[in-house]
């Protein structure tokens, strides 16, 4: 267990509609940060943020947006589904904001757009 | 900019067998390498890390050697046992950019038969 929690586990959903993934970080972490893996991209960076601003932007459609909370947990939106979207996203924490320091995974977040 | 080649999968050995999976990265930095492993259903965890050159990083019998001449970090183990199997990914993180993001290979899919 590392600590990581996301919710829902599963979600199935249709095309068009928008959801939201919730996050909660490893107790004391700062850094928050967003991935989506799907069959075709691998593992792709979407978004960090640290102590509630965010800072550094990577894949991440217009149509996804993210924050994160006083009280350190995310939440990953998504809007106008497509199918392309279906993918298993990822919240991962770690304690400070330098390379080296060792972010820790959650066990992700099945979304299935149909 | 940063990048991570894994080598193909999947890898098939039986028990006992040696394992290596290729890992070379493309940086502009120092960056920090990794190997994260997902078990079948599971998120990703940490295997292992190394922050500097000619750093051993090493748990539960695997083992990846830091290496700047040959921008690599490949992933070692004696004796392979069915429950290592999974997808292993090799990943970095260039200290230079100051806020941290992890950069990925494609996986690296193990199967291990008794």
């Known amino acids: 267990d590392s600590g990581v929690t996301q919710t829902p586990k599963h979600l199935i959903t249709a095309t068009g509609q928008r959801v939201t993934l919730r996050c909660s970080p490893r107790s004391g972490d700062l850094s928050v940060y967003w991935y989506q893996q799907s069959l075709d991209q691998g593992l792709q960076f979407l978004i960090q943020y640290y102590n509630g601003e965010e800072r550094a932007k990577g894949n991440i459609l217009e149509r996804f947006s993210a924050q994160q909370f006083p009280d350190l947990h995310s939440e990953l939106n998504l809007s106008s589904l497509e199918l392309g979207d279906s993918a298993l996203y990822f919240c991962a924490s770690s304690a400070r904001r330098e390379a080296g320091n060792t972010i820790y995974f959650g066990e992700g977040s099945w979304l299935t757009v149909v | ?114």
């Open chain 2, 1 to 114: 900019g940063d990048s991570v080649t894994q080598m193909e999968g999947p890898v098939t050995l039986s028990e006992e067998a040696f394992l290596t999976i290729n890992c070379t990265y493309t940086a502009t930095g120092y960056p920090s390498l990794f190997w994260y492993v997902q078990y079948p259903g599971e998120g990703l965890q940490l295997l292992l890390k190394a922050t500097k050159a000619d750093d051993k990083g090493s748990n539960k019998g695997f083992e990846a050697t830091y290496r700047k001449e040959t921008t690599s970090f490949h992933l070692e183990k004696g004796s392979v046992q069915v429950s290592d199997s999974a997808v292993y990914f090799c990943a970095l993180s260039d200290r230079d950019t100051g806020f941290q993001k992890l950069v990925f290979g494609t996986g690296t899919r193990l199967l291990v038969s008794p």
